[in-house]
T-cell receptor, first 109, second 115 residues
Framework: GIQVEQSPPDLILQEGANSTLRCNFS?????LQWFHQNPWGQLINLFY???GTKQNGRLSATTVATERYSLLYISSSQTTDSGVYFC???????????FGTGTRLKVLA | DAGVIQSPRHEVTEMGQEVTLRCKPI?????LFWYRQTMMRGLELLIY????????DSGMPEDRFSAKMPNASFSTLKIQPSEPRDSAVYFC?????????????FGPGTRLTVT
């Protein structure tokens, strides 16, 4: 089956810093989402981005499907950005998502 | 919209008891997913339904687990009998899947503890 790898596994930032999170996948995908799991356990949709670039405030994402990776950019990080960021991918012909192991982010005040 | 609704939010039960988790998907969505999250295994898909029909239950760990979707607005995940290793957070998610791309929306989860 498709493999999803996220890097780095852990990241500590000072408030105001920028960061880039990466998601590599081993096969062609039709669907890709980025989620933020906050410290209370909620899974929050960030982007649905099977290809191209999207921006939402301080967050943006880019997926290069032909090269099998996606990037999540966080600019001017805030303590509320802390949590785990997951990439999930789905392949053609299935509704299933395979989740990566996540990047755990801690933003220090 | 209220989003995906799950109940209960927390469940503590003794080994051997039956546990039923409930999910109401977002109105208009036609796909529903049950996931389990543990520290050891991360987020795993247990089963998903499309138009109320189970499509893939290959992630259901064993016969003690069963899931139903009697109508478009309600689904249950049942564990009978429960065991301590079933302790986890169980998420329900829904999406509108017209045959092309789709976006999944997650509920708040049910934290299950089996003692």
């Amino acid at each position: 089956g498709i493999q999803v790898e996220q890097s780095p596994p852990d990241l500590i930032l000072q408030e105001g810093a920028n960061s880039t999170l990466r998601c590599n996948f081993s096969d062609s995908v039709n669907n890709l989402q980025w989620f933020h799991q906050n410290p209370w356990g909620q899974l929050i949709n960030l982007f649905y981005i099977p290809s191209g670039t999207k921006q939402n405030g301080r967050l943006s994402a880019t997926t290069v499907a032909t090269e099998r990776y996606s990037l999540l950019y966080i600019s001017s990080s805030q303590t509320t950005d802390s949590g785990v960021y997951f990439c999930a991918v789905g392949t053609s012909g299935t509704y299933k998502y395979i989740f990566g192991t996540g990047t755990r982010l801690k933003v220090l005040a | 919209d209220a989003g995906v609704i799950q109940s209960p939010r927390h469940e503590v039960t003794e080994m051997g008891q039956e546990v039923t988790l409930r999910c109401k998907p977002i109105s208009g969505h036609n796909s529903l997913f049950w996931y389990r999250q543990t520290m050891m295994r991360g987020l795993e898909l247990l089963i998903y339904f499309n138009n109320n029909v189970p499509i893939d239950d290959s992630g259901m760990p064993e016969d003690r687990f069963s899931a139903k979707m009697p109508n478009a607005s309600f689904s249950t995940l049942k564990i009978q009998p429960s065991e301590p290793r079933d302790s986890a957070v169980y998420f329900c998610a829904s999406s509108f899947s017209p045959g092309g791309g789709y976006e999944q929306y997650f509920g708040p989860g049910t934290r299950l503890t089996v003692t």
